[in-house]
Nanobody
Framework: QVQLVESGGGLAQAGGSLRLSCAASGITFSIYAMGWFRQAPGKEREFVTA????????KYADSVKGRFTISRDNAKNTVYLHMNSLKPDDTAVYSC????????????????WGQGTQVTVSS
Protein backbone atom coordinates (compact mmCIF):
# COMPACT_ATOMS: atom_id res chain seq x y z
CA GLN A 1 0.00 0.00 0.00
CA VAL A 2 1.43 3.32 -1.09
CA GLN A 3 1.41 6.08 1.49
CA LEU A 4 2.62 9.64 1.27
CA VAL A 5 2.38 11.42 4.61
CA GLU A 6 2.99 15.15 4.86
CA SER A 7 3.97 16.98 8.01
CA GLY A 8 5.27 20.37 9.06
CA GLY A 9 2.37 22.59 8.13
CA GLY A 10 0.96 25.19 10.45
CA LEU A 11 0.66 28.89 11.04
CA ALA A 12 3.39 31.33 10.05
CA GLN A 13 3.68 35.07 9.84
CA ALA A 14 4.36 36.83 6.59
CA GLY A 15 8.09 36.81 5.96
CA GLY A 16 8.52 33.66 8.03
CA SER A 17 9.56 30.14 7.13
CA LEU A 18 8.24 26.63 7.31
CA ARG A 19 9.60 23.27 6.27
CA LEU A 20 7.25 20.57 5.01
CA SER A 21 8.18 16.91 4.89
CA CYS A 22 6.62 14.06 2.96
CA ALA A 23 7.48 10.51 3.98
CA ALA A 24 6.82 7.81 1.42
CA SER A 25 6.21 4.13 1.94
CA GLY A 26 5.04 1.28 -0.28
CA ILE A 27 7.01 2.50 -3.28
CA THR A 28 10.62 2.31 -4.40
CA PHE A 29 11.13 5.95 -3.58
CA SER A 30 14.34 6.40 -5.54
CA ILE A 31 12.69 5.69 -8.89
CA TYR A 32 9.89 8.23 -8.46
CA ALA A 33 9.94 11.90 -9.25
CA MET A 34 8.39 13.89 -6.40
CA GLY A 35 6.38 17.05 -6.42
CA TRP A 36 4.46 19.50 -4.28
CA PHE A 37 1.13 21.01 -5.20
CA ARG A 38 -1.15 23.35 -3.29
CA GLN A 39 -4.80 24.25 -3.24
CA ALA A 40 -6.20 27.40 -1.73
CA PRO A 41 -9.89 27.74 -0.79
CA GLY A 42 -12.01 28.27 -3.86
CA LYS A 43 -9.10 27.72 -6.22
CA GLU A 44 -7.86 24.86 -8.32
CA ARG A 45 -4.89 22.77 -7.30
CA GLU A 46 -1.69 24.30 -8.62
CA PHE A 47 1.82 23.08 -9.22
CA VAL A 48 4.44 24.34 -6.78
CA THR A 49 7.62 22.41 -7.48
CA ALA A 50 9.05 19.05 -8.53
CA UNK A 51 12.33 17.19 -8.27
CA UNK A 52 13.90 14.37 -10.27
CA UNK A 53 15.17 11.02 -9.03
CA UNK A 54 18.65 12.11 -7.99
CA UNK A 55 17.61 15.51 -6.75
CA UNK A 56 19.77 17.41 -9.22
CA UNK A 57 16.98 18.77 -11.38
CA UNK A 58 14.10 20.86 -10.09
CA LYS A 59 11.30 23.04 -11.38
CA TYR A 60 9.38 25.79 -9.62
CA ALA A 61 6.24 27.77 -10.22
CA ASP A 62 7.04 31.42 -10.88
CA SER A 63 5.09 32.40 -7.78
CA VAL A 64 7.51 30.57 -5.46
CA LYS A 65 10.78 30.77 -7.37
CA GLY A 66 13.56 32.11 -5.20
CA ARG A 67 11.57 31.55 -1.99
CA PHE A 68 10.86 27.82 -1.92
CA THR A 69 13.33 24.95 -2.22
CA ILE A 70 12.55 21.31 -2.82
CA SER A 71 14.96 18.57 -1.79
CA ARG A 72 14.88 14.84 -1.23
CA ASP A 73 16.67 12.23 0.83
CA ASN A 74 16.40 8.87 -0.90
CA ALA A 75 17.89 7.10 2.11
CA LYS A 76 14.97 8.35 4.22
CA ASN A 77 12.28 8.08 1.52
CA THR A 78 11.44 11.70 2.20
CA VAL A 79 10.97 14.85 0.17
CA TYR A 80 11.10 18.31 1.72
CA LEU A 81 9.75 21.73 0.88
CA HIS A 82 11.61 24.62 2.47
CA MET A 83 9.45 27.74 2.34
CA ASN A 84 10.97 31.13 3.06
CA SER A 85 9.67 34.68 2.80
CA LEU A 86 6.14 33.38 3.15
CA LYS A 87 3.25 35.51 1.93
CA PRO A 88 -0.45 35.38 2.78
CA ASP A 89 -1.03 34.19 -0.81
CA ASP A 90 0.90 31.03 0.08
CA THR A 91 -1.95 29.96 2.34
CA ALA A 92 -3.20 26.61 1.07
CA VAL A 93 -3.28 22.88 1.63
CA TYR A 94 0.04 21.52 0.43
CA SER A 95 0.17 17.99 -0.94
CA CYS A 96 3.08 15.91 -2.08
CA UNK A 97 2.84 13.62 -5.06
CA UNK A 98 4.85 10.89 -6.75
CA UNK A 99 5.07 9.74 -10.34
CA UNK A 100 7.42 7.82 -12.54
CA UNK A 101 9.64 10.21 -14.44
CA UNK A 102 9.63 12.58 -16.05
CA UNK A 103 7.93 15.02 -13.72
CA UNK A 104 5.35 17.43 -15.08
CA UNK A 105 3.40 20.37 -13.71
CA UNK A 106 0.09 18.72 -14.54
CA UNK A 107 -1.57 17.42 -11.38
CA UNK A 108 -3.64 14.88 -13.28
CA UNK A 109 -0.51 13.04 -14.42
CA UNK A 110 0.80 12.26 -10.93
CA UNK A 111 0.15 8.76 -9.66
CA UNK A 112 0.21 8.95 -5.89
CA TRP A 113 -0.88 11.68 -3.49
CA GLY A 114 -0.67 12.50 0.17
CA GLN A 115 -3.58 13.82 2.19
CA GLY A 116 -2.09 17.28 2.46
CA THR A 117 -1.05 19.63 5.23
CA GLN A 118 -2.46 23.07 5.91
CA VAL A 119 -0.20 26.10 5.67
CA THR A 120 -1.63 29.40 6.84
CA VAL A 121 0.31 32.63 6.53
CA SER A 122 -0.91 35.66 8.44
CA SER A 123 -0.19 39.22 7.43
Amino acid sequence: QVQLVESGGGLAQAGGSLRLSCAASGITFSIYAMGWFRQAPGKEREFVTAINLRGDNTKYADSVKGRFTISRDNAKNTVYLHMNSLKPDDTAVYSCAARLPPYTNSASSWQYWGQGTQVTVSS
